[in-house]
T-cell receptor, first 113, second 112 residues
Framework: NAGVTQTPKFQVLKTGQSMTLQCAQDMNHNSMYWYRQDPGMGLRLIYYSASEGTTDKGEVPNGYNVSRLNKREFSLRLESAAPSQTSVYFC????????????FGPGTRLTVL | GQQLNQSPQSMFIQEGEDVSMNCTSSSIFNTWLWYKQEPGEGPVLLIALYKAGELTSNGRLTAQFGITRKDSFLNISASIPSDVGIYFCAGQLRGTASKLTFGTGTRLQVTL
């Protein structure tokens, strides 16, 4: 069991470039989440998918799009990266019935120049 | 957005000391969780609390779900060097199924 995996681990972009962050989980979890973590601000929810086929905005969705490709995979896309999107991005998943016990991936450290 | 007030922001303690940190909010939470994050890693769940007044232990860690449902605390007894990291509280607000709100973290440093 790999748990929650994320790729890439590090990425540097120039302003205006696009990229997709990949996330996959092998725990048969229903719900998946994307967070960003900035210094001194904890984790903030960008988008989540409560179940396959559904996605909803979180606290800070502007500048991002998501795709729940199947039950295992949930990707986050930056269409036109901005320096304000420099952050560490975490994907998480949870099975139904255990509210809150989210399992996190190792993170993607993104720098936008 | 909804915020959890977590304190203290950082702690510098000696090995063997006990540690206490807490989270408070003006809103009612259904679930309280405590996570630990080490450098370069994602948060790892330490303790989950589901009922007001619940007191749960995980080794040297003990956490409680406040009676008012608006706060929680985490205690670490007899700290050791591997306790170093950032500790986050997180709560699931009533009526927001599956979504968590995170505190800003307590950075713990342990000296020998």
């Amino acid at each position: 069991n790999a748990g929650v995996t994320q790729t890439p681990k590090f990425q540097v972009l120039k302003t205006g470039q696009s990229m997709t962050l990949q996330c996959a989980q092998d725990m048969n979890h229903n719900s998946m989440y994307w967070y960003r973590q900035d210094p001194g601000m904890g984790l903030r929810l960008i988008y989540y998918s409560a179940s396959e086929g559904t996605t909803d905005k979180g606290e800070v969705p502007n500048g991002y799009n998501v795709s729940r490709l199947n039950k295992r995979e949930f990707s986050l896309r930056l269409e036109s990266a901005a320096p304000s999107q420099t952050s560490v991005y975490f994907c998480a998943s949870i099975t139904s019935g255990r509210f809150g016990e989210q399992f996190f991936g190792p993170g993607t450290r993104l720098t936008v120049l | 957005g909804q915020q959890l007030n977590q304190s203290p922001q950082s702690m510098f303690i000696q090995e063997g000391e006990d540690v206490s940190m807490n989270c408070t909010s003006s809103s009612i939470f259904n679930t309280w969780l405590w996570y630990k994050q080490e450098p370069g890693e994602g948060p790892v769940l330490l303790i989950a609390l589901y009922k007001a007044g619940e007191l749960t232990s995980n080794g040297r860690l003990t956490a409680q779900f406040g009676i008012t449902r608006k706060d929680s605390f985490l205690n670490i007894s007899a700290s050791i060097p591997s306790d170093v990291g950032i500790y986050f509280c997180a709560g699931q607000l009533r009526g927001t199924a599956s979504k968590l709100t995170f505190g800003t973290g307590t950075r713990l440093q342990v000296t020998l």
